[in-house]
């Protein structure tokens, strides 16, 4: 478990490199829909019909995403979110995912490619507002506090250990690829959401 939790930690720690698109040579960020699996690769479908083709490490990880509560999120929880920054200097979530008690990963706030201009903010969240319609949440890194507003119905999952077994041919997947000496691409964590739902990220 500690394991797992490690290594999707590096996948959402890869930070400003990540910035969109990733420069050419630095880790990729894959998404889309796995069309074939062998124990040592993974061909994965993109949205734009793109076909990558990912070595898997030795000891590669599954991470299941499982939906959680707004609720669930509260004062000394450790959180992720890509969100998209507001005029007045807040962050509206697109997605909030919730890292497991004790479990500090990618701490900060930098680019992310879910949509154009988005960013991703990882820290402990402080003060927790409930409105009618929305969740504020002060978010703190090491080099400041984000204030950060979840609208209703954005996705918000807790990462959670998974079994192999759970990537396979059909399946939505999300995963960060480093670039190999011989041109190639490997990975070391594969995040699917749970019940096949895509993962959020």
């Known amino acids: 478990m500690r394991m797992t939790i490690l290594l999707l930690g590096l996948i959402l720690a890869a930070g400003p490199a990540l910035a969109e698109p990733p420069a050419t040579g630095g880790p990729r960020i894959v998404r889309g829909t796995v069309t074939a699996l062998a124990p040592d690769t993974v061909t ?3 949205k734009d019909r793109r076909t990558v083709r990912v070595g898997l490490s030795k000891d590669w990880s599954a991470s299941v995403l499982r939906p959680i509560g707004v609720a669930d999120i509260a ?3 450790f959180i992720g979110t890509a969100e998209m920054p507001q005029e007045d200097g807040s962050g509206r979530s697109l997605e909030v995912h919730v890292f497991p008690p004790g479990v500090k ?8 490619d879910l949509k154009p201009g988005s960013m ?8 927790v507002v ?9 978010v703190s890194y090491a080099t400041g506090t984000r204030h950060i507003v979840v609208p209703p119905k954005v996705p918000i ?12 041919p059909g399946v939505k997947v999300f995963l960060i690829a480093s670039p190999t000496p011989a041109g190639g691409l490997i990975t070391n964590s594969i995040a699917v959401g749970e019940h096949g ?4 990220m």
């Open 75 to 77: 004062p000394g929880s």
């Open 197 to 200: 739902v895509a993962p959020s």
């Open 120 to 127: 991703m903010t990882n820290g402990t969240v402080g003060k």
């Open 157 to 168: 999952v807790q990462i959670t250990p998974g079994a192999h077994t759970l990537v396979h």
């Open 130 to 138: 409930a409105n009618k319609k929305s969740r504020e949440l002060d």
């Open 105 to 112: 990963m990618g701490e900060g706030h930098y680019n992310w």
């Open 44 to 46: 994965v479908t993109t």
